[in-house]
């Protein structure tokens, strides 16, 4: 087959954590169908988001900005429609993007009539993408689908309800093939099948899982025993960020597992590995899902002929130091999978370099051929893929905890602008920085458990000022120069 550009197949699964793979080194967790993809593309390893939760994740991802110039600060922050993104550059390279899942990207209000119904939910869609299949928070494609299969009502009303008291390992109430996961993949293969074989497409398929609620379908529900699982990193140690404490006192277990109940900082190491097994079991399942995929493509016969990517938007903290979800300081919450494979590159290799999400739009471009329409922060990772080294010394994500203050610090609610943190990692540091809570250092050399906080106190006060120097730089390399970059005169 002779095509005049590749397909693109762009897959988010939500809420993945970067050593959540075989191919990552995971002891336990099995996902042959990604560990057989990176055996024929790049497997990145140190890959991380720029931010969290999903829309800032996906914000960032999309768009090439960090959360700095992209300004999307939270679920429900509208995405500026003056900014260049994936689909649009799709679009200038010939494409017809289309969406298969969500973007969660909040239009512009500039953009539209005050009374249009866009602006009152955070669930919009990407510009440029047209959407073959959505499946929003509401669930009701697929559970109008559980509904046609003959599920009872109380299944395809409420998939995931659950009494208090509920096990955490119970099986979903719905068969495997028949989830969530499963119907998105259906539905992406049947659109396969009826594109011409001629013409180069571009697929974005976003997956929730594996995002909470931790419940799995049979067999994945048990797959994994919580005493195999690796051990919580930190649980009942002090929390070595204020941040990660704020966070963990405000969390609901029932947010996470439906039937438990009570505050997530309550439940013990045993509940967690229980919840981490589980994790486990719904990450299996999508990988099944994933090779379902991969297989219709191979016997569509268009497998040679398509870049596929595989990421995250953000990361989950999974038990440790106590705590569920993402956000704050933590690697945990923003170390995220990342596999390449591209027609003509790179196979079988493994990256241990540090690269960002912000470089998945520049790679596109280059990809896909097209220009940029704004000054970008990322890095194409394309030579990367053809064997170079990556550039980067370090990565930066940041986290606005601005819709938190109220609860993790009362009285304070006139500080939202403070409320954020930026934080860079390199090989040897993590430094965060808050305007609100001050500064947080750590020797990853020394404690690479990240277990003692050298932000403050003395001794290491010329070492934290280096830090604090090469993030300052980082922050000003990150200014905006689309037009500053140009004279008139």
Request: with cysteine.
């Given at each position: 087959m002779t095509q005049s550009r590749p397909n693109i197949l762009f897959i988010t699964a939500d809420q993945w954590r970067g050593d959540c793979l075989g191919v990552a080194g995971n002891p336990v967790l099995r996902t042959p169908h990604v560990d057989a993809l990176a055996a024929e593309g790049t497997a990145f390893l140190r890959h991380h988001a720029a931010a969290a939760p999903c829309s800032p994740a996906r914000a960032a991802m999309y768009t090439g900005l960090q959360q700095c110039n992209n300004r999307v600060v939270g679920n429900g922050t509208p995405l500026a429609g003056r900014f260049d993104n994936m689909a649009r550059a799709a679009r200038r390279a010939g494409y017809r993007p289309v969406l298969f899942g969500y973007t969660d990207q909040s239009p512009d209000p500039a953009d539209h009539d005050p009374a249009d119904p866009a602006l009152q939910s955070y669930e919009g869609i990407l510009p440029g993408f047209e959407v073959e299949q959505g499946l929003f928070e509401d669930q009701a494609p697929w559970r109008r689908w559980l509904k046609q299969l003959g599920y009872p009502e109380a299944v395809w009303r409420d998939p995931y309800g659950a009494p208090p008291g509920a096990g955490i390992a119970r099986p979903a109430p719905f068969e495997a093939r028949h989830s969530q996961t499963a119907f998105l993949?259906?539905?992406?293969?049947?659109?396969?099948?009826?594109?011409?074989?001629?013409?180069?497409?571009?697929?974005?398929?976003?997956?929730?899982?594996?995002?909470?609620?931790?419940?799995?379908?049979?067999?994945?529900?048990?797959?994994?025993?919580?005493?195999?699982?690796?051990?919580?990193?930190?649980?009942?140690?002090?929390?070595?960020?204020?941040?990660?404490?704020?966070?963990?006192?405000?969390?609901?277990?029932?947010?996470?597992?439906?039937?438990?109940?009570?505050?997530?900082?309550?439940?013990?190491?045993?509940?967690?590995?229980?919840?981490?097994?589980?994790?486990?079991?719904?990450?299996?399942?999508?990988?099944?899902?994933?090779?379902?995929?991969?297989?219709?493509?191979?016997?569509?016969?268009?497998?040679?002929?398509?870049?596929?990517?595989?990421?995250?938007?953000?990361?989950?903290?999974?038990?440790?130091?106590?705590?569920?979800?993402?956000?704050?300081?933590?690697?945990?919450?923003?170390?995220?999978?990342?596999?390449?494979?591209?027609?003509?590159?790179?196979?079988?290799?493994?990256?241990?370099?540090?690269?960002?999400?912000?470089?998945?739009?520049?790679?596109?471009?280059?990809?896909?051929?097209?220009?940029?329409?704004?000054?970008?922060?990322?890095?194409?990772?394309?030579?990367?893929?053809?064997?170079?080294?990556?550039?980067?010394?370090?990565?930066?994500?940041?986290?606005?905890?601005?819709?938190?203050?109220?609860?993790?610090?009362?009285?304070?609610?006139?500080?939202?602008?403070?409320?954020?943190?930026?934080c860079r990692l390199s090989e040897a540091a993590l430094y965060a920085a808050s305007p609100l809570l001050g500064a947080g250092y750590w020797d990853l050399a020394a404690d690479p458990g990240m277990r003692c906080d050298l932000g403050a106190g003395p001794g290491h006060e010329a070492a934290r000022l280096a830090q604090a120097e090469a993030l300052l730089a980082a922050r000003m390399r990150l200014d905006d120069e689309t037009l500053a970059a140009i004279s008139l005169v």
């Amino acid at each position: 087959m002779t095509q005049s550009r590749p397909n693109i197949l762009f897959i988010t699964a939500d809420q993945w954590r970067g050593d959540c793979l075989g191919v990552a080194g995971n002891p336990v967790l099995r996902t042959p169908h990604v560990d057989a993809l990176a055996a024929e593309g790049t497997a990145f390893l140190r890959h991380h988001a720029a931010a969290a939760p999903c829309s800032p994740a996906r914000a960032a991802m999309y768009t090439g900005l960090q959360q700095c110039n992209n300004r999307v600060v939270g679920n429900g922050t509208p995405l500026a429609g003056r900014f260049d993104n994936m689909a649009r550059a799709a679009r200038r390279a010939g494409y017809r993007p289309v969406l298969f899942g969500y973007t969660d990207q909040s239009p512009d209000p500039a953009d539209h009539d005050p009374a249009d119904p866009a602006l009152q939910s955070y669930e919009g869609i990407l510009p440029g993408f047209e959407v073959e299949q959505g499946l929003f928070e509401d669930q009701a494609p697929w559970r109008r689908w559980l509904k046609q299969l003959g599920y009872p009502e109380a299944v395809w009303r409420d998939p995931y309800g659950a009494p208090p008291g509920a096990g955490i390992a119970r099986p979903a109430p719905f068969e495997a093939r028949h989830s969530q996961t499963a119907f998105l993949a259906g539905r992406f293969i049947d659109w396969l099948d009826e594109q011409p074989e001629e013409a180069g497409w571009f697929a974005h398929v976003s997956l929730i899982h594996p995002h909470p609620p931790f419940l799995a379908c049979a067999p994945y529900n048990d797959m994994y025993r919580p005493e195999a699982v690796p051990e919580l990193e930190g649980y009942g140690e002090a929390s070595p960020h204020v941040l990660t404490r704020m966070l963990g006192e405000v969390q609901r277990a029932e947010g996470f597992v439906p039937g438990l109940e009570g505050p997530v900082a309550a439940l013990s190491e045993a509940v967690l590995r229980q919840i981490k097994a589980v994790y486990y079991g719904m990450i299996t399942e999508v990988d099944a899902q994933l090779g379902r995929i991969f297989d219709a493509l191979r016997a569509r016969g268009v497998w040679e002929e398509t870049v596929v990517i595989l990421i995250s938007d953000h990361g989950e903290m999974m038990g440790d130091r106590g705590v569920l979800g993402k956000g704050g300081v933590m690697p945990q919450s923003y170390h995220i999978p990342l596999v390449i494979k591209a027609p003509g590159m790179g196979t079988g290799q493994v990256v241990r370099g540090l690269t960002s999400a912000v470089d998945l739009f520049p790679t596109l471009l280059e990809v896909m051929g097209v220009e940029a329409r704004n000054a970008l922060d990322g890095q194409s990772l394309v030579p990367v893929l053809r064997g170079a080294a990556p550039a980067r010394e370090a990565v930066i994500w940041e986290f606005h905890f601005g819709a938190h203050l109220g609860r993790v610090l009362p009285g304070q609610a006139g500080r939202r602008a403070e409320a954020k943190v930026m934080c860079r990692l390199s090989e040897a540091a993590l430094y965060a920085a808050s305007p609100l809570l001050g500064a947080g250092y750590w020797d990853l050399a020394a404690d690479p458990g990240m277990r003692c906080d050298l932000g403050a106190g003395p001794g290491h006060e010329a070492a934290r000022l280096a830090q604090a120097e090469a993030l300052l730089a980082a922050r000003m390399r990150l200014d905006d120069e689309t037009l500053a970059a140009i004279s008139l005169v």
